[in-house]
């Protein structure tokens, strides 16, 4: 727990503002499971593929290890997940070239192949949805919703009994 007393959203930010976002993460997650569900793929196989696409795309290796502490995972599930996306030709296990003991993770073009069609429906419905606002809302929207990320993500680091985590403090 903290010590800091219970805060309200300010007046200009009402409580349908809240509801929407629980909304938009609802329906968000339906999507997920839904796209997933076509493609034989669990929820946590398409996070674990978010996971590495976005390590990597900021030049980190991933490795097993890294996955289950992103995911929140037993070794042994993150060693079952890692099989189901080697068998399904998503990632391949490849040996560190510096240090031949570790494993890292890459995501194979059939990953970013079958990504981009499971979430293309998605991405043309926002894309249209956003082409409605100026650069200026977009601009508007987007620092809020890094602050409700951040806020989220300093939430669930107290509420795992991190104690309260500084705002900005974004996992990798």
Do not use: C, W
């Amino acid at each position: 727990m903290t010590d800091e007393p219970f805060q309200r959203p300010p007046a200009s930010a009402p409580q349908s503002l809240i509801r929407l976002l629980q909304d938009f993460t609802l329906e968000a997650n339906r999507y997920v499971d839904s796209a997933g569900a076509q493609n034989d793929m669990h929820r946590t196989d398409l996070n674990a593929l978010a996971v590495i696409m976005r390590r990597t795309a900021k030049g980190l290796v991933v490795t097993p290890g890294v996955l289950r502490k992103e995911l929140n995972l037993s070794s042994p599930a993150t060693t079952a997940l890692i099989d189901r996306l080697d068998n399904s030709g998503h990632v391949v296990r490849e040996r560190h070239a510096s240090d031949r003991r570790q494993v890292q993770l890459r995501m194979t073009p059939k990953a970013f192949q079958d990504g981009g069609a499971m979430f293309m429906p998605l991405s043309r419905h926002m894309g249209s949805a956003m082409a409605a606002f100026s650069p200026e809302e977009l601009e508007l929207v987007t620092r809020f919703m890094s602050a409700m990320v951040d806020a989220t993500i300093a939430a669930r680091h107290e509420a795992s009994g991190g104690g309260p985590a500084t705002p900005g403090d974004s996992a990798v």
